[in-house]
């Protein structure tokens, strides 16, 4: 019997499209587009304050010519800066606390237990992802200066900041405390640990990740709020957001230190945010997967 051969080759694999990195030039321009209008207003300022009022009139896009360190120099011995830093970074760091402390405390059980209402529960804190700080603020005034007295003072701005950060500590929480083995629960409940033995030894150390990330967002959120403070602050408990209006109005023909001031008040913030952003990224990934 008489094989039949073929002189056809081996099939030919599908030809790809050359990309660069796992995007196309349209993407890379568009990131360049988004970088730029990103980064652009914060090297202006920063630069901006490295030159004199006479070389921003003379040409506002240009680079320092010469380099001017007085500007930078002047706010960092102003005693009032170093007042706002200090207020700002003490509402900042127990709103980061409390938000934590309480949306974990807040998360655990809807991720671990089961009771009749836990989703609809759950869907409260989301809801409160869309309930925007301005819509309440009046109400919010007239909560903490009468009926709880506190008024100009640092828990009165930490404290409605805290409520704020909650729905968004408790929707990224929530899967990290699901994604927990119940078998470790088990077992050092076996062992005579108690709910809260549990919570405190096993829970809070497996959802470091997500404590960092709503710890980040929560302390930059703080650090940048400018209504709450401008309604609830005054004269020496301002916080710097309202320091830089200060500055700016006080000095406003100084464009050059308003800029340097500018600049040094988010410098905080941003240093947290680029030595954390490993974090941040690992600890949204997380929320999402679980």
């Given at each position: ?173 929530r899967p990290f405390l699901m994604a927990i083995p119940r078998e470790l629960e088990e077992a050092a409940l ?52 309202l320091g830089v209006a200060d500055y700016s109005t006080e000095h406003s023909a100084d464009t050059a230190g ?29 929320a999402v997967k679980g």
């Amino acid at each position: 019997m008489a094989t039949v051969t073929t002189s056809a080759g081996p099939a030919r694999a599908p030809r790809r499209s050359r990309t660069f990195g796992g995007g196309g030039p349209l993407v890379y321009g568009l990131a360049a587009v988004v970088v730029a209008l990103t980064l652009g207003p914060v090297l202006y300022g920063a630069l901006g304050g490295f030159r004199t009022n006479e070389q921003l009139a003379r040409d506002p896009a240009g680079l320092p010519d010469p380099w001017v360190f007085s500007n930078y120099q002047g706010v960092l011995t102003n005693d009032a800066f170093w007042r706002y830093a200090v207020n700002s970074t003490v509402v900042a760091v127990v709103t980061t606390v409390v938000a934590v402390l309480f949306g974990v405390m807040a998360a655990y059980p809807l991720a671990r237990y089961q009771f009749r209402l836990r989703e609809p529960l759950f869907l409260v804190f989301v809801l409160g992802l869309l309930f925007p700080a301005a819509v309440a603020i009046i109400p919010l005034f007239i909560l903490v200066t009468r009926d709880l007295g506190l008024g100009n003072t640092w828990w009165g701005v930490a404290l409605p900041q805290a409520a704020f950060a909650l729905p968004m500590t408790v929707v990224i929480l929530r899967p990290f405390l699901m994604a927990i083995p119940r078998e470790l629960e088990e077992a050092a409940l076996i062992d005579g640990a108690s709910r809260v033995g549990v919570f405190w030894r096993i829970a809070l150390p497996l959802s470091a990740p997500g404590m960092i990330t709503v710890g980040v967002l929560a302390f930059v959120a703080s650090w940048n709020a400018y209504l709450l403070p401008l309604l609830l602050l005054r004269d020496e408990m301002r916080t710097l957001p309202l320091g830089v209006a200060d500055y700016s109005t006080e000095h406003s023909a100084d464009t050059a230190g308003v800029l340097a001031f500018t600049t040094i008040a988010m410098i905080p913030a941003l240093v947290l945010f680029l030595a954390l952003q490993k974090r941040i990224v690992s600890g949204l990934q997380g929320a999402v997967k679980g």
